[in-house]
């Protein structure tokens, strides 16, 4: 490993991190509640089909979606019970998607279901690519940062790989459920790392931490002696070192062009998470049913990180957290920074959520804005080096070719602009406006 703390050189901010609510609280298992909705577009895709009809009984690990044309994952039962309705569900996006509900039958002590562990040992290179791919994508593995792009296709994919990076920056506030992976199960992270290694070919392996996680750091530094092609490497605390370009230009100094993907320089990265449900299902044939997620804020009673059958409501995880700590808190589903607010509390986990933070009055940062005074502070902080004051003022007035031309297609969408903009102008939403009508521009 090198020793040195490494960044990305230009752009980016600090922000309060509020990671002290729950970076010391171990993961606790929540219990499945009485029912759960489990949505059958839990990845970047179409919504795959169903593989239940009313009145199936499940356990954990049945298979419940299937097959979809063009990019899918499967779905599985997180609980013993019955499916009682073909239907759909909400997502914090405001799209509904297709989703199965199942009443959940506590009285029940079926197992959960399994796949036959693969003996990697007895693999020669090949077997061990296609045995690994095939597996991960049996058990609906996909990007659980928040991408949720299909893990399987991300490993087929034809690019020579050479160094492979778990992403663990996990650079919002207030998130911490990698952050508590790496000092719980550090061996998992290495584990799944390496086989990622091996299936792609990688020479080498990176966990990339940030000096914000002492203690994970540590944990990883001391299980890193055991893997000779893996190192942990330490990220400076700055937004957002997450973001897969400047993960990658803090560790290896590379650039990714623009509209190009990791692959295009050689690198694979994966989630803390991911890795970790890769290594449960190559060596404990586990498919991906249940996530850690962060119930944090200063709005929540009791902040802690659960692992939380997918399919529970919002409303159970923050029930589980003995309810609100205030009168009607703000809540978002993801981190502060890139997350939604949401009112409707019957929206399910999915394997995109990391975290459901409740916000004081005070914490969130109200809609009312006013005018932009010039001071330049998002474009000094943008790590895409893009003008989002310009840009949102082309999106605005309905010129969509500028802001094109002015960078709208590079922008990662981190929000560190509207963090640091003093008149709090909501620059995210206008940026995510002027994206979703460049895509529906392209589509025509
Ligand atoms: S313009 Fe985009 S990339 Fe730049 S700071 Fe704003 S959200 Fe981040
Ligand atoms: S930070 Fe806000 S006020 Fe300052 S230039 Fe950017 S948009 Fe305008």
């Given at each position: 490993m090198s020793d040195r703390v490494k960044r990305f050189p230009i752009g980016g901010t600090h922000l309060p991190e509020e990671k002290g609510l729950t970076s010391e609280s171990p993961i606790v298992s929540m219990p499945p509640p009485a029912e759960i909705l489990v949505p059958l577009k839990q990845h970047i895709g179409l919504p795959v089909r169903p593989a239940v009809a009313v009145g199936d009984r499940v356990r954990p690990g049945s298979l419940i979606g299937h097959e979809a044309d063009g990019l899918r994952a499967k779905v599985h039962s997180s609980v013993n019970g019955e499916v009682v309705d073909l239907t759909v569900a909400a997502l914090p996006d405001g799209s509904t998607v297709p989703a199965v509900r199942i009443r959940v039958d506590r009285e029940s002590d079926e197992p959960a279901q399994t796949l036959e562990p693969i003996?990697?040992?007895?693999?020669?290179a090949d077997a061990y690519r296609e045995a690994v791919i095939a597996r991960v994508e049996e058990a609906g593995i996909v990007g659980l940062g928040g991408a949720t792009f299909p893990t399987h296709v991300k490993l087929a994919a034809s690019d020579p790989i050479d160094t492979v990076i778990?992403?663990?920056?996990?650079?919002?506030?207030?998130?911490t459920v990698d952050d508590r992976l790496m000092q719980e199960e550090a061996e998992k992270v290495f584990r799944g790392l390496e086989i990622v290694r091996r299936t792609v070919g990688a020479e080498v392996g990176f966990v990339a931490c940030e000096i914000n996680k002492p203690v994970a750091l540590k944990r990883l530094r001391e299980v890193a002696a055991g893997f000779p092609n893996i190192s942990a490497q330490a990220l400076d605390t700055r937004y957002p070192h997450g973001a897969e370009k400047h993960l990658i230009k803090a560790v290896l100094n590379r650039e990714v062009p623009t509209r190009a993907l990791p692959g295009a320089v050689g690198v694979l990265v994966n989630n803390v998470q991911t890795v970790c449900a890769i290594a449960d299902a190559v060596d404990r044939g586990r498919v991906l049913s249940e996530r850690v997620v962060t119930v944090s804020?200063?709005?929540?009673t009791t902040p802690r990180n659960l692992r939380v059958p997918l399919g529970a409501a919002v409303s159970d995880l923050i029930a589980f957290c003995d309810g609100p700590a205030v009168d009607e808190p703000a809540i978002i589903v993801g981190g502060p920074m890139t997350g939604m607010r949401v009112t409707d509390l019957a929206i399910p986990v999915t394997k995109a959520t990391s975290g459901v933070i409740l916000l004081t009055e005070s914490e969130y940062r109200g809609s009312r804005h006013m005018a932009c005074i010039r001071c330049g502070r998002c474009v000094e902080v943008c790590p895409m080096y893009l003008p989002p004051n310009r840009m949102t003022a082309y999106i605005n007035n309905d010129m969509l070719e500028d802001a094109i031309a002015a960078g709208l297609d590079a922008c990662i969408l981190c929000g560190a602009c509207q963090f640091v903009c003093p008149s709090k102008r909501p620059l995210l939403e206008w940026i995510n406006h002027g994206k979703a009508a460049m895509a529906a521009k392209r589509r025509r």
């Open positions: 003996d990697t040992d007895l693999l020669d778990v992403n663990g920056a996990e650079c919002e506030p207030y998130i804020g200063h709005g929540v």
